[in-house]
């Protein structure tokens, strides 16, 4: 059974910072590439940042300099340190997990930038 478990989010006032993990299970994880999405309310998904198995990133240009994603292979985790945090980054964040035509989905985490 794949799982894909989200955490880390949480209330965070505007130029704060979080870091999200997702911890996945049922997958050989490296050979996955991975993905945080967000979607906010009243907007459609958007893929944030993403690593592939190899290890090369991409950052959707609203947080490039301030979201690192990154990945532990021998943890099978995937991290996504978030700084700077404007209040236009309120949103579920979700993990997705990809290989060829499969791809898998975390239930989310929320994320609210707030004073």
């Known amino acids: 059974q794949v799982q894909l478990v989200e955490s880390g989010g949480g209330l965070v006032p505007p130029g704060g910072s979080l870091r999200l993990s997702c911890a996945a299970s049922?997958?050989?994880?490296?050979?996955?590439?991975m993905g945080w999405y967000r979607q906010a309310p009243g907007k459609q998904r958007e893929l944030v940042a993403s690593?592939?198995?190899?290890?090369?990133?991409n950052y959707v240009d609203s947080v490039k300099g301030r979201f690192t994603i990154s990945r532990d292979n021998a943890k099978n985790t995937v991290y996504l340190q978030m700084n700077s945090l404007e209040p236009e980054d309120t949103a579920v964040y979700y993990c997705?997990?990809?290989?060829?035509?499969?791809?898998?989905w975390g239930k989310g985490t929320l994320v609210t930038v707030s004073s």
């Open positions: 690593v592939t198995s190899s290890g090369s990133t």
């Open positions: 049922g997958i050989v994880f490296s050979m996955y590439d």
């Open positions: 997705s997990a990809s290989h060829a035509v499969i791809l898998y």
